[in-house]
């Protein structure tokens, strides 16, 4: 097995679990930096009755404690299957050095989980999405934008 | 105020607290069933050092916390500006009936916040991307997906 597979082995390992668990889904994903796991998820979306606890997503959440950082700077994240959007959008905010994946999102949908509809949805303007978006315009969202910009000394992420 | 005004102001508020608390960045999130609150949140990722702490996402987790459901079934989310394609993704997942958002994408962008960019990346095939992102393939994987078919009495999510 060469390097990166056998972190991609470790990250079945975890999905394994979680899933013969009955904690969710087949998925799970480990985060390694300087060539050693500092965090692993599996999806634990039925356990926690959490939507949003992907492996990708509890992974990430793991490593950045660990790391008591919200970047995973230098980091290189394995996950058993290709990111839904949710989790792209989760790996763009942590910012790794480098993402693998082993299933692609035709494998996932071929079991029944169906990234694409969201990947798709995800292009459309707001107004032709199926879960209805509507702007209500807020002067006071407004005015705490405004409050952010004037703060001094505020960290940035 | 109307009811919809009513309940951004809310969200507003959630998000202001946080914010002067040095929690996050300037956002709120209410979740709203049958004309109440049942979750709420705002943009934790500095004190929590989570990156997915976006206030949707606490908003989300924490309202399915208390239905005890990882569905938002007939809620309404009130956010206090436009969702990233992280909180986008999570939204799809948790299903709720509508989405209302008070700022937009530009507003955000204006104040540093760039959304857009992460919007531009998830559209792109996966090996354009900024984050290289590889399929390393992995028969393990694979056998995951399998065993996860041929599993009874699974819960589907």
Redesign the interface.
Known sequence: MTR??QF??E??CV??EG?RA?L???F?CVVVKDDKIIGKGCNS??R?????A?AE?VA??DA??N??????EGCEV?A?????????????????????????RA??A???FDDA???K???LP?DARK????????D???R??E???A?KHK???
């Open positions: 990166k597979e991609m082995y990250a079945v999905g394994l899933m009955g969710g889904g087949p799970g979306v039925l926690d009755n959490d939507p949003t992907h997503v990430i959440r950045c404690r790391l008591q950082s919200f970047q995973l394995y058993t299957c290709e990111p839904c959007p949710m989790c792209m959008g989760a790996l763009y905010w942590a910012r790794p050095q480098k993402v693998y994946y082993a299933s692609t494998d996932a071929d079991i029944g509809f969201i990947y949805e995800i292009s707001v879960i209805a978006m509507t702007c209500v315009r807020c006071e969202a407004i705490m934008f409050e952010w910009r703060m960290n940035l992420y």
